[in-house]
């Protein structure tokens, strides 16, 4: 059974940074193309970027609204997605989600993480 | 950017009523990657659909999606009081992926 577990959410100031992480089982996640995925309090959800495997290239793509201030990254050892938020803003504020598509079986969520930026 | 439009934004009706939600991308959809969804207050997205017509594991068969290319539908055969709720279709057939802005199923 797939498995994502999101961490590192918190109180940040505007202009902090933070790491978030997703620790992922019951799948390869070697080759595996992961996302990430946030929702605003009260607001629809938004695709934030994801990252292919490293036999696919290990490339990344990102939403407009975070292109030059979050990045991707994995580690395959441990299998793990991460996402390093820098200079946040207010409206990043959300629950933050680490998704995985399979085929045959669709695609799995995290039960996510709140990430709170606020003076 | 592919931009997803669903329709209604509210529907109101009544348990045992038929239900049927629409999708409409910008351009066409690749390899028809079309994900439907359902959410409740307080919990993550709970995949209904998958490429367009596959059901998810363990979702009712009253639950269904059909089409392909731009246009797109999730049918609930007869609801369920728990099937009130919002629904959102989301495309990863081109980057970057996008979702619809949901649509809410309320009570009538």
């Known amino acids: 059974e797939v498995q994502l577990v999101e961490s590192g959410g918190g109180l940040v100031k505007p202009g902090g940074s933070l790491r978030l992480s997703c620790a992922a089982s019951?799948?390869?996640?070697?080759?595996?193309?992961m996302n990430w995925v946030r929702q605003a309090p009260g607001k629809g959800l938004e695709w934030v970027g994801r990252i292919k495997s490293k036999t696919d290239g290990g490339t990344t793509d990102y939403a407009a609204p975070v292109k030059g201030r979050f990045t991707i990254s994995r580690d395959d050892s441990k299998s793990t997605l991460y996402l390093q938020m820098n200079s946040l803003k207010t409206e990043d504020t959300a629950v933050y989600y680490c998704?995985?598509?399979?085929?045959?079986?669709?695609?799995?969520w995290g039960q996510g993480t709140l990430v709170t930026v606020s003076s | 950017e592919i931009v997803l439009t669903q329709s209604p934004a509210t529907l109101s009706l009544s348990p045992g009523e038929r239900a049927t939600l629409s999708c409409g991308a910008s351009q066409s959809v690749t390899s028809n990657y079309l994900a439907w969804y359902q959410q409740k207050p307080g919990l993550a997205p709970r995949l209904l659909i998958y490429d367009a017509s596959n059901r998810a594991t363990g979702i009712p068969d009253r639950f269904s999606g059909s089409g392909s290319g731009t246009d797109f539908t999730l049918t609930i055969s007869r609801l369920e009081p728990e099937d009130f709720a919002v629904y959102y279709c989301q495309q990863s057939g081109s980057s970057p992926y996008t979702f619809g802005q949901g649509t809410k199923l309320e009570i009538k």
């Open positions: 998704i995985n598509y399979k085929s045959g079986s669709g695609w799995s």
């Open positions: 019951g799948f390869t996640f070697t080759y595996a193309w």
